[in-house]
């Protein structure tokens, strides 16, 4: 007789976001424009770790502002704008490193360009945090979670974040509208207004 034992049901955590502050002190930390870039790519498209480190140099179209993100999560493709700041970043970038395929690389163990490898991306998130001095746990995806609740508090609508993010299901993007602070009375704690009574 098989036993079917009941679903221990996960608790739900919500995701950590960053304040437009803590976006600016993180992409402001590292010295190098390389590092500066990774964050910007990151929280300026919503990729995942390792989309970004599969970015070619044919995916970015600077004219248009437009980077093509491909096979992300369920091998889907996907298209997401580019801003003017990362269009010039990108550009002063490939011009002075002088990427041949990847848009970022990395090395190998015997020196050879590679694409950049997730681990190094999270070694660049990492170090950025540390010298940003934010407190807050901020990893790869912390950047990807801020991207969406920051484009939902700007007014864009659930459908455009969804497809954005390369969500299958709106089920997953309907989470950031826990984080975001849309429409209806933004909350408060009642000590804001227990005095002003």
């Known amino acids: 007789?098989?036993?079917?034992?009941?679903?221990?049901?996960?608790?739900?955590?919500?995701?950590?976001?960053?304040?437009?502050?803590?976006?600016?002190?993180?992409?402001?930390?590292?010295?190098?424009?390389?590092?500066?870039?990774?964050?910007?790519?990151?929280?300026?498209?919503?990729?995942?770790?390792?989309?970004?480190?599969?970015?070619?140099?044919?995916?970015?179209?600077?004219?248009?502002?437009?980077?093509?993100v491909r096979q992300g999560k369920g091998r889907k493709d996907r298209y997401v704008p580019l801003c003017a700041m990362q269009v010039r970043g990108l550009g002063k970038?490939?011009?002075?490193?002088?990427?041949?395929?990847?848009?970022?690389?990395?090395?190998?163990?015997?020196?050879?360009?590679?694409?950049?490898?997730t681990t190094g991306v999270r070694w660049i998130v990492r170090e950025a945090r540390k010298h940003s001095g934010i407190q807050k746990e901020v990893t790869t995806h912390s950047l990807r979670h801020s991207y969406a609740t920051h484009l939902l508090e700007m007014g864009l609508d659930i459908i455009s974040v969804k497809d954005l993010l390369g969500h299958a299901d709106i089920q997953t993007t309907l989470a950031y509208l826990h984080v975001a602070q849309l429409g209806r009375q933004r909350p408060f704690s009642p000590l804001e207004r227990l005095y002003n009574l």
């Open 1 to 68: 007789m098989r036993v079917i034992l009941p679903s221990i049901e996960r608790p739900k955590k919500l995701p950590v976001v960053l304040g437009h502050n803590e976006v600016r002190q993180l992409l402001k930390a590292p010295k190098l424009l390389k590092h500066r870039l990774v964050l910007a790519m990151l929280y300026g498209c919503g990729l995942r770790s390792f989309e970004l480190c599969n970015l070619q140099l044919k995916d970015l179209d600077l004219e248009r502002k437009m980077l093509h």
């Open 93 to 117: 970038y490939i011009r002075a490193e002088r990427p041949v395929t990847w848009c970022f690389n990395g090395n190998d163990r015997e020196g050879n360009p590679v694409a950049l490898s």
